[in-house]
C-alpha cells in the first residue's frame, strides 16, 4: 500500500530522540525507529512515482540517521531528522530536489546546492550576459507565491573577473541558486503534504528549464551536449 503521508508518530520519535540522542537509548529503540524510517522512505517512494508523471527522475537517495562526528563539535550520534534527495535523469535535465523533516522544522529544497567551478561560471557568465529572462522566470508569481525568494550562500563582493557594479551583481556573486520552502507539523501529518511538495516542486519546472538550457548550451546558444 502506498504511503502517503507522514505519521505523527513518526515526528514524535525524532523529539525523543532529540532528548535522548545516545548509542544506549538509539539501540534500545531500534526496531521502533526501522518501523518509522520504513514508512517515510515508502512516503518518499510514493512522492518520487508523482513527481515522475512530470519530470524524469533519475534516482532517490534516502540519507542514513548516524552522523559523522569526525570533524565536529557536536558529538551525538544521530541525526534528528529524515531527509531524501531525487535526482533528475541525463545529462540535459539539471538540478534537484531534496525533502527534510523534522519536528518544527520541516523544508524542502530545489535548485543547485554547490555547483562545479565550470557550471558556476557559465550561469555567472549568462547573468552578466543579461539576465532578464532569469528574474522574469524568478519573478513570476506562481514561482514566487509557493517558493518566495531566490536564497543560498553568496560573495561579499564581485567574483574575480566580474564588476562590482554590474546592474546584476546580486545575482553574479551567488556560489548556490537555491530556493526553500517550509512546513509546519501540523502540514506535515495531514493528507495533503504529498499532494503540496509534488505541486511545490511541479513549480519550480520553468526555473529548471531555464538552468538546464544554460548549463547545457555556450554563451552563443550551441549545445554543449554529446
Same mark, same amino acid.
Given at each position: 500500500?502506498?504511503?502517503?503521508?507522514?505519521?505523527?508518530?513518526?515526528?514524535?520519535?525524532?523529539? #525523543?530522540?532529540?532528548?535522548?540522542? %545516545?548509542?544506549?537509548?538509539?539501540? &534500545?529503540?531500534?526496531?521502533?525507529?526501522?518501523?518509522?524510517?520504513?514508512?517515510?522512505? &515508502?512516503?518518499?517512494?510514493?512522492?518520487? +512515482?508523482?513527481?515522475? =508523471?512530470? @519530470? +524524469? =527522475?533519475?534516482?532517490?537517495?534516502?540519507?542514513?540517521?548516524?552522523?559523522?562526528? /569526525?570533524?565536529?563539535?557536536?558529538?551525538?550520534?544521530?541525526?534528528?531528522?529524515?531527509?531524501?534527495?531525487?535526482?533528475?535523469?541525463?545529462?540535459?535535465?539539471?538540478?534537484?530536489?531534496?525533502?527534510?523533516?523534522?519536528?518544527?522544522?520541516?523544508?524542502?529544497?530545489?535548485?543547485?546546492?554547490?555547483?562545479?567551478? +565550470?557550471?558556476?561560471?557559465?550561469?555567472?557568465?549568462?547573468?552578466?550576459? %543579461?539576465?532578464? &529572462?532569469?528574474?522574469?522566470?524568478?519573478?513570476?508569481?506562481?514561482?514566487?507565491?509557493?517558493?518566495?525568494?531566490?536564497?543560498?550562500? +553568496?560573495?561579499?563582493?564581485?567574483?574575480?573577473?566580474?564588476?562590482?557594479?554590474?546592474?546584476?551583481?546580486?545575482?553574479?556573486?551567488?556560489?548556490?541558486?537555491?530556493?526553500?520552502?517550509?512546513?509546519?507539523?501540523?502540514?506535515?501529518?495531514?493528507? %495533503?503534504?504529498?499532494?503540496?511538495?509534488? @505541486?511545490?516542486? #511541479?513549480?519550480?519546472?520553468?526555473?529548471?528549464?531555464?538552468?538546464?538550457?544554460?548549463?547545457?548550451? %555556450?554563451?552563443?546558444?550551441?549545445?554543449?551536449? /554529446?
Amino acid at each position: 500500500m502506498e504511503t502517503t503521508s507522514i505519521s505523527k508518530e513518526a515526528l514524535e520519535f525524532l523529539k #525523543k530522540l532529540s532528548a535522548n540522542n %545516545n548509542r544506549d537509548w538509539f539501540q &534500545e529503540h531500534k526496531s521502533e525507529f526501522k518501523g518509522h524510517e520504513k514508512e517515510v522512505k &515508502e512516503f518518499y517512494l510514493t512522492l518520487m +512515482e508523482q513527481m515522475s =508523471l512530470h @519530470d +524524469e =527522475l533519475d534516482k532517490f537517495k534516502m540519507f542514513r540517521i548516524y552522523r559523522d562526528v /569526525r570533524f565536529s563539535k557536536d558529538k551525538t550520534p544521530y541525526k534528528t531528522h529524515y531527509a531524501g534527495s531525487f535526482s533528475r535523469a541525463g545529462k540535459a535535465l539539471r538540478g534537484g530536489y531534496y525533502a527534510r523533516i523534522k519536528p518544527g522544522e520541516t523544508f524542502i529544497a530545489v535548485g543547485f546546492w554547490d555547483p562545479n567551478k +565550470e557550471d558556476l561560471l557559465r550561469i555567472r557568465k549568462e547573468l552578466e550576459t %543579461n539576465a532578464d &529572462e532569469f528574474r522574469k522566470v524568478i519573478g513570476a508569481k506562481k514561482l514566487r507565491t509557493i517558493w518566495g525568494d531566490l536564497t543560498g550562500d +553568496e560573495l561579499k563582493t564581485a567574483p574575480k573577473g566580474f564588476d562590482k557594479e554590474h546592474p546584476d551583481i546580486d545575482l553574479i556573486r551567488k556560489k548556490q541558486f537555491i530556493f526553500v520552502r517550509n512546513f509546519t507539523d501540523k502540514e506535515v501529518i495531514s493528507s %495533503n503534504f504529498i499532494s503540496k511538495v509534488d @505541486d511545490s516542486f #511541479k513549480a519550480i519546472r520553468p526555473y529548471f528549464d531555464l538552468m538546464s538550457e544554460i548549463l547545457t548550451t %555556450n554563451l552563443n546558444g550551441e549545445s554543449l551536449l /554529446r
